[in-house]
């Protein structure tokens, strides 16, 4: 049997987040849909280096969009999921449910 792999909590979340957002899935509303959804902020600059190392490892792929006179010239790049990606999803998914397993109890806020 194969080794699993695993990613970090805060790739997990982009890759939520970009699931999540569908075709609308750029850096600004990747951050938001992760802020939406959990009430964590991250930087820019942190989220950004997180996109290209999910790129690199073959989880996202992108596409820049047309620029426009909004942005300045700027074109923005969109991301979507890879398969990998839903893989490594479905194999974290379920490693974490295993580990909670049996917690229920131990986990409830006492009255």
């Known amino acids: 049997m194969a080794k699993a792999e695993f990613i970090g909590e805060f790739e997990q979340l982009v890759l939520l987040a970009v699931l999540r957002r569908g075709a609308d899935a750029y850096g600004v509303t990747i951050g938001k849909e992760i802020h939406r959804q959990?009430?964590?902020?991250?930087?820019?600059?942190?989220?950004?280096?997180?996109?290209?190392?999910?790129?690199?490892?073959?989880y996202l792929k992108s596409r820049l969009a047309d620029s426009s006179q909004q942005r300045m010239g700027r074109p923005r790049r969109y991301y979507q999921l890879c398969p990998a990606a839903m893989q490594v999803l479905r194999?974290?998914?379920q490693a974490l449910l295993s580990m909670w397993d049996g917690f229920e109890e131990e986990l409830e806020p006492s009255s």
């Open 91 to 93: 194999t974290q998914r």
């Open 38 to 58: 959990t009430g964590r902020r991250s930087s820019r600059g942190a989220l950004y280096v997180t996109l290209e190392r999910l790129e690199k490892k073959g």
